[in-house]
């Protein structure tokens, strides 16, 4: 084989390897990305446009699955349950006498049960991007929550937005307890 020949091959060799690493990372993004819609849904595009870049917003949503993995998160106990159980009806009583304190007691409930759980629950806008991991479609209804609630802190809110809210926060809460209260609600029935 001449040099000619030799020099042909291995540019030939480098450019093929070069065009395979380079499918090999569109195939993997093109992967990342359907992984990532199908995870977080509707806050797969909320997230990218509130980011305007696609490729930073799913390093945020991949970060975002990251931080969830490295957290303890545990089940409820069935006394923590019972607890919780309760003191969401009397959030919900209060709500016809007082909605805005209900509102406000309910969000403390929400973080209360993810305290227990394992989440952190410092930051609002970290509980929200640690909700999103496991309970995508149920993330858009705490912003919805919060949002009502703290425009309650500064202007009049209709009752009918206290209502949302209140529903907004028992779709999550549910969802939180998970099947413990799905339980606990059967063998409450049962007595």
Same mark, same amino acid.
């Given at each position: ?40 849904? @509707? ?26 993995? @490295? ?121």
């Amino acid at each position: 084989m001449d040099t000619t020949t030799l020099v042909v091959v291995v540019i030939t060799a480098i450019v093929m390897l070069a065009i395979g690493s380079w499918l090999g990372v569109v195939f993997s993004r093109r992967q990342r990305t359907k992984n990532l819609q199908k995870q977080f849904g @509707s806050e797969y595009e909320r997230t990218i446009s509130e980011v305007g870049d696609q490729r930073e917003a799913e390093d945020e949503l991949q970060a975002r699955v990251d931080h969830v993995k @490295s957290l303890d998160i545990q089940p409820l106990s069935e006394e923590q349950t019972e607890r919780f159980a309760y003191d969401w009806r009397s959030t919900q009583a209060k709500f016809v006498d007082q909605p805005a304190a209900a509102i406000q007691e309910a969000d403390r409930l929400i973080k209360e049960v993810m305290s227990a759980r394992g989440y952190p629950v410092e930051d609002f806008e970290q509980r929200a991007a640690d909700i999103s991991v496991d309970y995508p479609d149920l993330v858009v209804h705490y912003r919805g929550m919060r949002d009502i609630t703290t425009r309650s802190e500064h202007e009049e809110v209709s009752t009918e937005d206290m209502r949302q809210a209140m529903v907004h926060c028992r779709a999550l809460f549910e969802e939180l307890l998970g099947a413990e209260v799905s339980e606990y609600k059967n063998q409450k029935e049962k007595m």
